[in-house]
């Protein structure tokens, strides 16, 4: 539970910088990021990934579940709440979520790895993995919105999805809050691409995507390992990833030694019940 609480803590820490970095980048449209009881509830702009609640369940425990000023602040921009809540988490949380109209729609999984000082890099054959710059970023995202737009057809599906644009700001505003890009480049092109950011002694596999056309290659495994062996030479203890249930993703980094840590479920309130509770209270 302890080490369940940090990486929700770290997790919580993205979301709130990135957010912030979503501000700044607009800052014609009002967004927010609101600290409860040690998470973090953020609107960074519609559409966003990083319009969630993060953390929540680790810290004080609030006993009037989300306040009325975070519903309020997601009412006023008419977006539902989501919250992603640990199954480690004060089992509280999770009553008074639902007992307020906030609806079970999936789950997602935290797999993590133990880290070894004498972690090395695995070399694949005809596969080379390479910090991605500013230059080829144009390219790197065109990779992770086409590798994210066909998941493979395994494993329990996302409740949720972004387009190429969101998905863009999204990584932008990422990288102003310590997210480092990494590209895999095979025949010369850049099919692969992944993610990856320390806090806390966490190394967060942030995200990893390959060009369908260039699956079963060894892509994953090699985006994979060359960011474990960074996390190693940066003296990170565990490494984190979150995966859908029963996905691809999953297995192949159970294949790698991760190990499910934990799941979080995924709660949501509807605007129109954010709509009623504002008007009847």
């Not at 009002?30 to 409860?36: C, L, V």
């Not at 319009?51 to 369940?57: C, D, E």
């Not at 596969?127 to 919105?145: K, Q, T």
């Amino acid at each position: 539970m302890e080490l369940a609480a940090r990486i929700e803590r770290v997790e919580a820490d993205l979301i709130r910088k990135a957010s912030e970095a979503a501000r700044r980048r607009r800052p014609e449209s009002p967004g927010f990021t609101i600290e409860m009881a040690g998470a973090v509830a953020s609107f960074a702009e519609r559409g966003s990934p990083f319009n969630k609640i993060a953390g929540l369940g680790f810290g004080e425990f609030p006993r009037a579940g989300v306040s009325d000023e975070v519903e309020l602040a997601f009412a006023a921009h008419a977006s539902p709440i989501q919250v992603e809540l640990a199954n480690l988490a004060d089992p509280a949380t999770g009553v008074l979520l639902t007992e307020s109209g906030y609806r079970l729609v999936g789950f997602e999984n935290v797999l993590g790895l133990a880290i070894h000082d004498n972690l090395e890099r695995v070399r694949t054959p005809g596969i080379e993995v390479r910090l991605s710059g500013e230059d080829e970023f144009g390219a790197w995202v065109d990779v992770v919105s086409e590798g994210f737009a066909h998941p493979d057809e395994e494993g329990v599906p996302s409740h949720e999805s972004f387009s190429r644009a969101v998905i863009a700001n999204a990584e932008r505003d990422f990288a102003t809050a310590g997210v480092v890009r990494y590209a895999a480049v095979c025949d010369g092109v850049v099919a692969g691409g992944a993610s990856f950011r320390i806090a806390e002694g966490v190394a967060q596999l942030a995200g990893a995507a390959t060009l369908p056309a260039y699956r079963r290659r060894g892509i994953q495994s090699a985006l994979l390992s060359a960011r474990l062996a960074d996390a190693a030479s940066a003296g990170c203890d565990i490494a984190v990833v979150t995966t859908q249930p029963g996905s691809k993703s999953q297995q192949n980094v159970q294949r790698r030694g991760f190990d499910l840590l934990y799941t979080r479920a995924v709660l949501v309130k509807a605007p129109g019940a954010l709509r009623t509770a504002t008007h009847t209270s």
